[in-house]
C-alpha cells in the first residue's frame, strides 16, 4: 500500500465504513485491526446487522480523515480468514476481550484493496492520486 494511505490509516484507525444493499447505502465506524500490505483487517459480531448486509453484498468503501488530508478504499471483503491471524487480531485489541469471551465470538473480515485515493486539499492545487491493485 501506498506510505500516503499508510501514514492516514495507521494514525488513524476508525474509518467510516460503507456497505449497499438493495441499493441503500449503510454507512458506521469501524476500528481497522490490522494492515498487511494491500489488505486491512476488520471483526465484527456475528449478530450485528453489517455482518448479515456483507454477506449479501460483500462490497464495501472506507474512508479515513486526518485533518484535511484523506483516503479511500474499495474492495470486495473477505470472510475466509486463517485461524493464526484472528487469533492475533483478538489478541493484539485491548477491547475485545472486553466485549467477548473469545477470539471465536467474532468474524474477521478482510478487505483486499482493490483500488484507492488519496486526497490532500492543503496543496494547491489539491493532490488527488488514484491507485489500482
Known sequence: MDQHLLEIFQKNKEVAFATSVDGKPHVRIFQIMKIDGNDIYF???PKKEVYAQLRQNPN?????LKGA???RVSGTIDF???????REIYDSNPV???LYKTYKDLVYLRLPAE????FDL????????HYDF
Open 43 to 45: 471483526a465484527t459480531s
Open 80 to 86: 475466509d480468514i486463517p485461524d493464526e491471524v484472528q
Open 60 to 64: 464495501v468503501a472506507i474512508l479515513d
Open 96 to 98: 475485545l476481550p472486553h
Open 115 to 118: 483500488s484507492a485515493d488519496y
Open 69 to 71: 488530508s484523506f483516503a
Open 122 to 129: 492543503r496543496t494547491t492545487p489539491p493532490t488527488l492520486v
